[in-house]
């Protein structure tokens, strides 16, 4: 059994990852870290872990006892923890948050993208698992990456669900804010984007195309549907085909013939990707779960690699039908 440790356990994310990890078969949870929620059940802050485990929050951090741990905090706060504590020697880390996602030489983080970097995962001690937004686009253009075919700007709409933006409340997650209600933030400077342009850089040496990225923030709680466009390099028959075969062993990510929707991902660790060829334009379409496949799934996937686990043990949710 893998051992588990969780610190900041009091989120969506960190909410979603302790009901995959309550429910994997190779897995054990020693504890779940948070101040402010020490001695307190799992299950009266997430409500829909009740029934499913009697473990309460601890403010102690007994490292020496696990084999994993997993950080669901905020952006910073794993950089501070590292810089401040002494890791026992061969703990594998999953980090939820941007801290450690960009390759600049100081860190030995690994970026988890399962479906760029499988065989490297395998073999880290360190994963930093990618952005919720950064997951979705990604997916969409890495096989055109793997064959050099991104050279004209690439424009980007992708809408995301309230849950994205954390359990802590604000004026624009509040519910008679949000509800029946749509809004752009953070146009052309997501914080999401140096992390896409690092990784099609990684298969596409020299890339250098506009990202033009306009993050909508959605009237729904969980899901991100991501819509892009760029100039067709090439024959679509000849793109289909490339897309088709770069996800085919890959076990989360679906090139489908069929238009997309959130209601085929929710609640699933599940990629959708369609792409269609309009007049010059090659139109590609994503969709994900932004809790599972944008965040617990996908760290629950590293983990699997990193301990030599089938990828998809724990992991084999249904969408709903309606």
Known sequence: MIKVGIIGGAGYTAGELLRLLINHPETEIVFVNSNSNAGNRLSDVHSGLYGETDLVFTDELPLTDIDCLFFCTAHGDTRKFLESHSLPKGLRVVDFSMDYRIADGSHDFVYGLPELNRERIQGALRIANPGCFATAIQLGLLPLAQHSLLRTPVHITAITGSTGAGQKPSTTSHFSWRNNNLSVYKPFTHQHLPEIRQSLTQLQPGFSAELNF??????????????????????????????????????????????????QVVNTNKCLVHIEEHEGKLLILSAIDNLLKGAAGQAVHNMNLLFGLPETTGLKLKASAF
Do not use: W
């Open 214 to 263: 306009i993050p909508v923030r959605g009237d729904f709680p969980r899901g991100i549907f991501a819509s892009m466009y760029t100039d067709c390099p090439t024959e679509f028959s000849q793109i289909l085909s490339l897309y088709k075969s770069y996800y085919e062993n890959h076990p989360f990510t679906f090139v489908t013939e069929f238009n997309l929707d959130l209601k």
